[in-house]
């Protein structure tokens, strides 16, 4: 079945450690993919997207991406993480553009405690 | 731009009561997107809208619920009788063809 399957669901790490958290896909063909994050209490904001071009991707708050089409990959890094870091983080990833707008399908998220 | 807008904020209500959630999209958006959160579940697609039609709502768990999107400003989710297991944090979000979803503040319903 075509899912998205985060590797984690539980991480704990302390402040200025580094952090990647894995995503993996199973679509074929051409999807673009996000990195969502949920601090707790609050909605979803989004980190960082792919859609095409380097596949490395800057987001906001020192987060990065790397799309790996041949692993079907796209991991989300960041080198040193903080306290404020905390929260849930969810992959997504639009399979289908189409003439039908932009479904998302969504891991399960992991949830990042960074302790201080 | 004031962002998504969902309400109520929170809902507790009894079994067997009817429950409407609304939500109003960013101005200038074309899609709508309704979303149920739970630990258990995790985060669930139940439908989505493009330019005010139904597009999928293979994810809306039974006949309890209707969606419905008169107008590109506006949407609500309604459930009908609601049950306990309904208990959940409904998110709207809306996004432009081609760009990404944003998210409102979520509903926290809590049928007891």
């Known amino acids: 079945a075509q899912s998205v399957s985060q590797h984690n669901h539980h991480v704990i790490l302390s402040e200025a450690a580094s952090l990647e958290l894995g995503c993996n896909y199973s679509y074929g063909g051409t999807v673009n993919l996000f990195w969502y994050v949920q601090y707790p209490g609050q909605h979803l904001q989004l980190l960082l997207k792919?859609?095409?071009?380097?596949?490395l991707v800057k987001g906001i708050k020192g987060f990065e991406a790397e799309f790996i089409k041949s692993k079907f990959s796209f991991n989300l890094r960041k080198p040193s993480v903080q306290w404020s870091d905390t929260a849930e983080y969810f992959c997504a990833v639009e399979p289908d553009r189409g003439e039908y707008g932009n479904k998302l399908v969504f891991g399960a998220g992991t949830i990042l405690r960074v302790k201080s | 731009d004031a962002g998504v807008i969902q309400s109520p904020r929170h809902e507790v209500t009894e079994m067997g009561q009817e429950v409407t959630l609304r939500c109003k999209p960013i101005?200038?958006?074309?899609?709508l997107f309704w979303y149920r959160q739970t630990m258990m579940r995790g985060l669930e697609l139940l439908i989505y809208f493009n330019n005010n039609v139904p597009i999928d709502d293979s994810g809306m768990p039974e006949d309890r619920f209707s969606a419905k999107m008169p107008n590109a400003s506006f949407s609500t989710l309604k459930i009908q009788p609601s049950e306990p297991r309904d208990s959940a944090v409904y998110f709207c979000?809306?996004?432009?063809?081609?760009?990404?979803?944003?998210f409102g503040p979520g509903t926290r319903l809590t049928v007891l």
């Open positions: 101005s200038g958006h074309n899609s």
């Open positions: 979000a809306s996004s432009q063809r081609g760009f990404e979803q944003f």
């Open positions: 792919y859609f095409s071009g380097d596949p």
